[in-house]
């Protein structure tokens, strides 16, 4: 039997980040298309899709994860590849990609650090409303 093969864009999140959290439901409000399908670093799932590209889940999540077309992006360039993808003005942040990826990821990896600090975190991943599950993968992998 053939396995089931992932979705064309994925973004995969820590679960227990309020900010995550938040930037996720940003998302799936300017892609209305909802070409963008989502999992937290969190899930078997995760581990299913980072495999294959070498990488290992971390027990704390430090980056935004974005798979685009069988390729791993992460960090800031996740953040702005995935902002090229959104309706209205967000889109134009793409721009910032000319940006020396070092010094932007500076600014990711910043935030990232603190976000716990700024923003809170779960106990546990939140679950989507019924409204919402539709754009998340399984937590468990096929």
């Known amino acids: 039997m053939p396995r089931a093969q992932p979705p064309d864009t994925v973004v995969l999140f ?3 980040c309020n900010l995550c959290n938040g930037t996720v439901l940003f998302i799936i409000d300017r892609d209305p298309d ?10 078997q799932r995760a581990a299913a899709l980072l495999a ?6 971390k027990e704390e999540p430090d980056s935004f994860v974005l798979l685009q077309d069988g390729k791993l ?29 070092p010094l932007r990821d500076l600014v990711y ?19 989507p409303t019924p409204e919402l599950r539709a754009r998340f993968l399984p937590e468990t992998a096929p």
């Open 14 to 16: 820590d679960g227990v």
């Open 34 to 43: 909802a070409r963008i399908r989502f999992t937290a670093l969190q899930s």
């Open 52 to 57: 294959p590209h070498g990488v290992v889940p």
């Open 73 to 101: 992006y992460e960090r800031s360039t996740a953040a702005l590849r995935v902002a090229r993808m959104l309706k209205g003005p967000w889109r134009f942040l793409y721009a910032f990609i000319v940006v020396p990826r």
């Open 109 to 127: 990896r910043t935030i990232a650090r603190n976000r716990y600090r700024w923003f809170g975190r779960e106990a546990q991943c939140r679950i």
